[in-house]
């Protein structure tokens, strides 16, 4: 890459110089004299003034005023510039004197590309003395190469739109270290008529002295010098040069003030000066929509916050608060074990909760300080698990349910063919409960300094607390609400902390001065019933892990699984495209709340899977039914009449219910076609537990010993083989990480696919009604059952595990 971009420079300035003209353009270093070095290799140029490729490396909006001296007299005032920028769009405009002649150049640009490679274009045009001051109007091209860390090289072509005035400039930055620390540069810049050695040409150094301050000299083919430094506060900065002539002489200074664009500060807000607060409010997921989502919060981005705080020396505190928050157990405990890690790099957390029941207890608990509201109540009543079951409604409605179930614990279909938990069914969830209680239990007395005796009495004596009573039990530490949390922290610390959001954080955590692309991880989500087209959207899913597969940019996947199965069929196909992919790089799986059935389906070739310890996974199993008419059409009215060829065709043919759109078969299998089926969901089994050991590594009869469609909680699930890591999506990107080679300090750029949900969420109708409905999980499970009727499936029913 670095010989054909310094063919193509060299092709560029003999295509540049070999164009004739009448009077040529004003130099390039006269026209940009208020660059302290050329814009590829230092400090973003002029943010597109005079390489446009600037703006499509920008991060934020940006705005600079710089001006220079009359003379050596540092208060006078003369040429001046004002330069805007934000990502893929710029603006400036220059003023120039010279005794009584004066000219205003104005400049548009635009570009695009990656931290690669970036590509520009801008139009520039003029008003006032154009001619005196070599002036005319410029169609420019420009891009920026950083193939690496080392190096920076830039291409600009200035091409005028009145005459036949070209211009070309080539610029080359160099970083020894391959940090901001030294950084080397050069540019040339030839005109149509010039030889190559006639180009005037600039070089010199930049220097990092310290964070945030930066000592730049630049020295001219004239034997004219510059001197020059800057210093920036974060989101504004000043700087300045010293300008020498031919004689060496001091001819005139320039500065500069900038605001916006946030970048290293030379000035820290003191170690553990600041604190950062999150409100946890609304709905926890993993997307949000881009517009009117403001009640969704998303996890990764809360994770990923607190990650950024634990590693900025500035934040001495966490403060969220847990009121009105709507969590998953697995998603509660990824946040709690975060925060663990914040509190063992030093920081401090308090949480503030009102209402709280055990999972909101059990994330707070891991404070320092935990914060009940006054008016407050906590209830710590334990878990609960079971289901609703549906057999006495379909015998009213007039529908039969045979259940294909030939395995004891696979027990999807117990929702529709009894009234109570049966033996398999009831076994296996008190163990997921036990486990889950437990885990609550061992962290909050860990955290709470409560014996598990103390703990149990807690939940099975009291159960209830009020404000007063939860403070007398030690199970909160003061009684507070969030508005006055800026009093709570004086209180706790000592001292007044100022704030920082979680916007500024995540500036902060982009002001990366580094050059090159990141190294970039892939986190892919799998989320909803395994299905085809909806769910997981498997069609989707495959060509993401074949695209990623063929990426050399990503060096290795994380894959976010939280399914609770379904379609066999869309589970093999994610399952086969990751086994692909993961021949190419790391494919690590990341299991949430749910990673169940067809959900472990899509996650068993993952090269690591790491699951919450109360994650539910395993449930190796598949099971299948038939809802037909049993009284339905004649209650209701309705009658079928068919013809058919084929002995088996009217198996499925029925009533279809008007408005649902669902089809009734009119009668239950023969004995000869049951037999078949069974035949088949056995060979399915024997399909999914092969796959699982090849998966694995482990042998067919290993993985038969805890399949049988048995459901683990992740502890039990790294016990038994099907876990490797117990851990969150942070614990499975940092492995990611380090399997694709990437040091544990150096930064990395996580991609999230997809990125949202969409623009905004369009639900027509009665406000809540619709949408409750097309959220309530039994109505969900009951309609992917009726269009997938007699269809063998490696599924989960709804209740069998936490929302």
Not at 643 to 662: E, F, Q, S
Not at 665 to 670: D, E, H, Q, S, V
Not at 706 to 731: C, H, Y
Request: proline share 3%; glycine share 10%; with cysteine.
């Amino acid at each position: 890459m670095k010989r054909n971009s310094i063919n193509a420079a060299l092709l560029f300035f003999a295509v540049i110089a070999g164009h004739a003209f009448a009077q040529s353009l004003s130099s390039y270093h006269a026209r940009h004299a208020f660059l302290l070095a050329p814009p590829a290799a230092f400090d973003d140029g002029l943010l597109g003034f005079a390489n446009p490729a600037n703006v499509a490396m920008l991060r934020q909006s940006e705005t600079r005023f710089l001006w220079s001296t009359d003379g050596t007299k540092a208060t006078s005032f003369n040429d001046w510039g004002l330069f805007w920028g934000m990502r893929g769009l710029g603006f400036s405009t220059q003023r120039q004197h010279r005794g009584d002649l004066a000219v205003t150049e104005y400049n548009l640009a635009g570009g695009f590309g990656s931290r690669a490679f970036a590509l520009g274009m801008a139009y520039n045009w003029s008003t006032g003395d154009r001619a005196a001051f070599g002036r005319e109007k410029l169609f420019t091209v420009g891009s920026i190469m950083r193939p690496s860390r080392f190096l920076s090289l830039g291409l600009i072509g200035n091409f005028s739109t009145e005459s036949s005035n070209r211009e070309g400039i080539a610029e080359i930055g160099i970083r020894p270290l391959g940090t901001p620390r030294l950084t080397l540069f050069a540019d040339a810049a030839i005109q149509n008529g010039m030889s190559l050695s006639e180009a005037p040409w600039s070089a010199g150094a930049a220097l990092q002295v310290l964070e945030g301050m930066h000592l730049v000299g630049r020295t001219f083919d004239s034997e004219a010098f510059t001197l020059g430094m800057t210093i920036n506060f974060g989101k504004s900065g000043i700087g300045g040069q010293v300008h020498f002539d031919a004689g060496r002489d001091h001819a005139y200074n320039t500065y500069m003030i900038r605001a916006g664009g946030v970048k290293p500060s030379v000035v820290s807000s003191g170690k553990g000066k600041r604190y950062l607060a999150i409100n946890l409010k609304g709905r926890m997921d993993y997307h949000k929509y881009v517009w009117f989502d403001k009640d969704t919060n998303r996890l990764y981005e809360v994770l990923n916050n607190i990650r950024a705080a634990t590693a900025d020396p500035q934040i001495g505190l966490l403060a969220l608060n847990l009121s009105a928050m709507q969590i998953a157990p697995e998603h509660a405990w990824e946040i709690r074990e975060a925060l663990k890690q914040a509190q063992a790099a030093g920081k401090k957390v308090i949480i503030f909760i009102d209402n709280a029941e055990m999972t909101d207890y059990h994330l707070a608990s891991v404070a320092d300080k935990v914060v009940l509201d006054p008016e407050g109540m906590l209830t710590l009543q334990g878990f609960v698990l079971g289901r609703t079951y549906l057999k006495g409604t379909l015998e009213k409605m007039g529908l039969g349910f045979d259940e294909w179930r030939f395995f004891k614990y696979k027990s999807a279909m117990e929702s529709l063919s009894r009234d109570s938990l049966s033996e398999g069914d009831r076994e296996q969830l008190q163990d997921f409960v036990d486990d889950w209680y437990e885990l609550v239990q061992r962290e909050v007395c860990a955290s709470r300094g409560l014996t598990p005796e103390r703990f149990d009495q807690l939940i099975d004596n009291e159960t209830l607390f009020t404000a007063e009573s939860a403070l007398r039990a030690h199970l909160v530490d003061t009684l507070a609400r969030w508005s006055a949390l800026s009093e709570v922290i004086k209180s706790f610390t000592g001292n007044a902390l100022r704030s920082i959001s979680a916007n500024d954080l995540r500036e902060q955590a982009e002001a990366s001065q580094a050059w090159g692309e990141l190294p970039k991880i892939a986190l892919v989500y799998g989320l909803g019933v395994c299905a085809m087209d909806e769910g997981i959207r498997a069609r989707w899913l495959e060509k993401v892990f074949r695209d990623l597969a063929k990426n050399p940019a990503i060096k290795a996947v994380v894959f976010r699984v939280d399914s609770p199965g379904g379609d066999g069929m869309a589970s093999d196909v994610v399952a086969e495209a990751l086994k692909k992919c993961s021949e190419k790089k790391p494919v690590i799986v990341s299991q949430g709340q749910v990673a169940g059935s067809g959900g472990y389906w899509i996650s068993m070739y993952g090269d690591t899977i790491v699951a919450g310890p109360n994650t539910i996974t395993g449930s190796i199993g598949v099971i299948g039914g038939w809802i037909y008419d049993k009284g339905l059409s004649e209650k209701i009215g309705m009658t079928e009449d068919h013809v058919k060829r084929g002995a088996h065709a009217d198996a499925g043919y029925g009533i279809t219910l008007p408005l649902l759109g669902v089809r009734v078969p009119a009668r239950n299998l023969t004995a000869e076609e049951r037999d078949r089926i069974e035949a088949l969901i056995k060979d399915f089994y024997e399909t999914f537990v092969a796959k699982v050991a090849q998966g694995r590594g482990m042998s067919v009869a290993q993985v038969k010993d805890i399949a049988e469609g048995r459901i683990f909680s992740g502890i039990d699930g790294k016990a038994n083989g099907l876990v490797d890591e117990v851990g969150g999506m942070l614990t499975a990107l940092a492995i990611a990480q380090q399997r694709a080679g990437i040091d544990p300090g150096h930064e990395i750029e996580v991609v999230e696919i997809p990125a949202s949900k969409g623009l905004f969420n369009f639900s027509p109708g009665l406000p809540g009604v619709k949408t409750q409905m097309a959220n309530d999980p039994i109505l969900q499970f009951i309609k992917f059952m009726s269009e997938r009727n007699g269809q063998p499936m490696p599924l989960l029913v709804p209740g069998m595990y936490p929302e």
